[in-house]
Structures are given as structure tokens and as C-alpha cells.
């Protein structure tokens, strides 16, 4: 592997239908549509009228916001780009699965554009936050976190969270930061019309590769990703979700049809360029995660550019080809990342979830290589690589790798561990307590000194707790309110990090139509 491999080691996000990125997954490996069908009695509470698609993807509770965790008055949470709040709670969240960092942190994101202030604050004459538009989203987060690495904007439409991950790993392969966060978020209501041809589907589901391909709806997300050299991750125990072994930029310049058509040579050249920085050909690669627009042109545009890097001499149906738009339909900003966190838990796991709405292959498109699995399919070839298109031709792909193998250990060893819990309140305390508890109980092969290692990592709050325990089943019986034993004197934390709940934000709403 390059000296330039960068590993994932955190990763946070809401996605529709799901809360957390564990949700999520096993939503994927469900098959679960999470494009929402609006009632007429919601599309009248958003103020939409008729002839928009009545669908798209959703989030639960996008006008709550923990204001008091990060020090913002009501006053501003309510001026605030929900998107902004949004981003900002999952970067603290993949800052704290990534573990405790002594150097310089970076931040690169991108964001929709603000329709909260274009359809909800532009008419009512209302003051805006410091800060309010997408160039300020990633110094937001550095303010709001104390973080004094590189905090940059990307905007490049719908491959603005992919664009950020080569940025960000860039900047750390150059040295710039020592760990990076990148991502993406977006904000959408359903105001989007079909039209023949365009990029929105009547019914809002996106057919990617399929005959019956008409677009996708947009839909709402947030997806943040904690970077890190290689080499720097292993040697502080950090958990490797995955490797980025190679990524590239391009644009299609003027080789296409129009500005906001895409571009088949511009899209093989960012493709050919990321392999190439991974010092792999298309062999080397078991799954592709498309942009997958589901549109008849894109799509088939998108797999002969994939075909065309990849080279000649590849078998049949040997590559796995797929689309999150499936399964989330189209988020904007966050689709790129969205699109990478899917394929890093594909490597991490060897399997390739299932590809909704694919009934009858496209006739505009030949597969070549690749095929698209309709059920949850193995990965033998722990390589994927990961496109995201921007409308104006900002095109971004990324090749993702397994992480490497870790040393066998011997079994934990018999012992006091001591489980650290901590939160800004009483009650946000209680439920981080209770959420390590069930986690606990539904991760049987945790070892307890990883789980205690990293809970030491994480910062300590004002509301604290202890759980002196000596097993698992003993830290839960602690953690749900049985008597604690007293302090030992030798607790033990040596350990490896580990995915363990986040904060429990205790969320209220911040929105302006409530405010006189």
C-alpha cells in the first residue's frame, strides 16, 4: 500500500430513515426504500402547492438542534442554516468515534443552498446568522469546535462531499492537517417537478441502470467522514474502517452535449486518474458505487466511461455495480459521501447491498464488466471504488480499500475496567449511560478494555459516571442502575478503539415559523 494511504477511522451521519450510520447500514442490507411519499397534509404544513413530485428523502427532526452543547443562543439557532446546525452535530460525533487528536484538524464540507433562508427568512425580513451562507459551513464547525487545521468550502453540486474527501485527503497526504473531517450536507423539501428527460422521476424513486430510469428525487442528509494518514492511525490504536488507496478530480470541460450534461471522456479521465493513484487496474476492483443518477443518458454514459477505464480483457459480470440514490434517492451536497460511507461499510463487511428498483436492464447501457446484484452479494475483492458528479462537470472518484489486517492479540485479561460516561446534563448523562447499556448487551463480542479505552479517549463533561466492572454483562448491570462496587485500585485501559454510541444531543426545536 502507498505512503499516501489515508484511513477512515470515524464516520458519522443522519441519513433518511435512519439516524446513525448503524442504522443506516442495516437498512441497505434490508433493502429498505427511504424515499418518503408526502400526504397532502404535510405538503400543506411545507406551503407546497400542486404539480412538484410529491417524494423525496427525508429526515426526521431537521428543525431540532442541541443549541446549549454547542454554546449558541436560541436566538441564533433559530437564524442558523439548519444545514449548518445539522453538519455541526455529526462533525462532533465523527470526531468522537475517531478518538482524541494532538494535531492540526481540517475541515472541508459542502452544502446545499440555504432554502431555509430562500423559502422561510427572505419574506419575514429576518435577521440572519453570522455566517449564514454555505462558504462559511466548515469555519462554523472550527469556531464552534476549537479546531485550527485548514477549514475549506466545497461547492460543486451533487459531488461536493466527494470533491471535500479528495481535499481533505490531499491536504493530509501534503501534510497540511493531522486528522480531517469532510462531508457533506443538504436540506430539501419537496419542490422538485418532473419533467421528460430531467433529472427528477414522477414517482420520486430513483431505477438506477434500469429501463424504467426517469431521475431520482432530491431528499435530505448529512454524512461526515474522520480522516487520518495510515500510518499515524495505527500507531495510536485508532479503529481503520477502511483505506483510501487513491482518488481524483476532473471536469468534463467542453467534450459533451451541454453545461449540465455529462461528459463520457471526462468522467473515464477521473476514474483512469484515481486507479492510477492507487497503482491498480480494473481487476483489482469488486464494486463500484455509482453515481447513478437513474436517468437513461446518465446512467448509460457513467458505465461505458467506467468501462472504458477500467480497460479491456475483464470477465463478464465480475464487478459489482450500484447506486445509495436507490435506496435515499439523490442528497445533493451529502450524496458523495453518503455514496463512500456505503462502500467503506461494504469493504469493512464483504458484502455489496442489494440495488432497489432494478427489474429490466437498461437497453441504452452494456454492462461489460459489470452487473448489478438485486440481493445482498459478497465481496470477494475487498475494493470498491466510488463516483459522485457534479451538475457543471466537477466529477470526483475514490478506490476504498479493506483496512489492513490487525496483530492477533491475546484475550482481554481478567481484571477491573473502568467505564467512563460523561455529559453537559443530568439527563443527557442517563441516556448516554442507558445507550452504552444496549449497545453493550447487542455487541456480545466487544471486549471490554477496548470499550474502556475508548470511553477514556473521549472528553470529560461536567455529569460523570464510573462503572467499575470486571465483564460485560456486569457493566450493564452498573450501567442500567445496579449497585456499583467500590473504586479498585488498579483499573485497567489498555485497549483498541471502538465504535461505541456518540453523545445523546438533547435536541429542542429552533425554527422560525414558531417565533411571533
Known sequence: MGGDAIAVVGMAGRFPGAPDVASFWRGLLAGVDAVHDYTADELRALGIGEGYVPAGGRLDGVADFDAAFFGISPEEAVAMDPQHRLFLEQAWLALEDAGPSDGLVGVFAGSAINRYFLLRQFDRDADLAPG??????????????????????????????????????????????????????????????????????????????????EGAAYGSGVAVLALKRLEDAEEAGDQVYAVLRGWAVGNDGATRAGFSAPGLKGQAQVVAEALASAELDGAGIGYVEAHGSGTLAGDAIEVAAL?????????????????????????????????????????????????????????????????????????????????????????????????????????????????????????????????????????????????????????AFTHRFVAWCRDVEEAIGVLRGAESVPQPPEPRAAGRRVSLPGYPFQRQRYWIEDRP
Open 307 to 459: 468501462s472504458q477505464a477500467f480497460g479491456p480483457g475483464l470477465a463478464p459480470a465480475s464487478c459489482a455495480l450500484g447506486s445509495v440514490k436507490t435506496n435515499v434517492g439523490n442528497l445533493d451536497a451529502a450524496a458523495g459521501a453518503v455514496g463512500l460511507i456505503k462502500a467503506v461499510l461494504a469493504v469493512r463487511h464483504g458484502v455489496v447491498p442489494q440495488n432497489l428498483h432494478f427489474d429490466e436492464p437498461s437497453p441504452e447501457i452494456d454492462f461489460g464488466p459489470f452487473f448489478v446484484p438485486v440481493k445482498n452479494h459478497p465481496l470477494e475483492v475487498r475494493r470498491a471504488g466510488v463516483s459522485s458528479f457534479g451538475l457543471g462537470g466537477t466529477n470526483a472518484h475514490v478506490i476504498v480499500e479493506s483496512a489492513p489486517p490487525q496483530e492477533p492479540r491475546e484475550p482481554c485479561a481478567p481484571g477491573w475496567q473502568a467505564l467512563q460516561v460523561s455529559a453537559r446534563t443530568p439527563e443527557a448523562l442517563e441516556e448516554a449511560k442507558a445507550r452504552l447499556a444496549d449497545h453493550l448487551e447487542s455487541e456480545p463480542g466487544l471486549r471490554l478494555d477496548d470499550v474502556a479505552f475508548t470511553l477514556a479517549g473521549r472528553r
Open 132 to 213: 449564514w451562507s454555505a462558504d462559511y459551513l466548515p469555519s462554523q464547525v472550527a469556531y464552534r469546535l476549537d479546531l485550527t487545521g485548514p477549514a475549506v468550502a466545497v461547492q460543486t453540486a451533487c459531488s461536493s462531499s466527494l470533491v471535500a474527501v479528495c481535499t481533505a485527503a490531499t491536504a493530509l497526504a501534503d501534510y497540511r492537517c493531522d486528522l480531517a473531517l469532510a462531508g457533506g450536507v443538504s436540506v430539501m423539501e419537496p419542490r422538485f417537478r418532473h419533467t421528460p428527460g430531467g433529472l427528477v422521476s414522477p414517482d420520486g424513486r430513483c431505477r438506477a441502470f434500469d429501463a424504467a430510469g
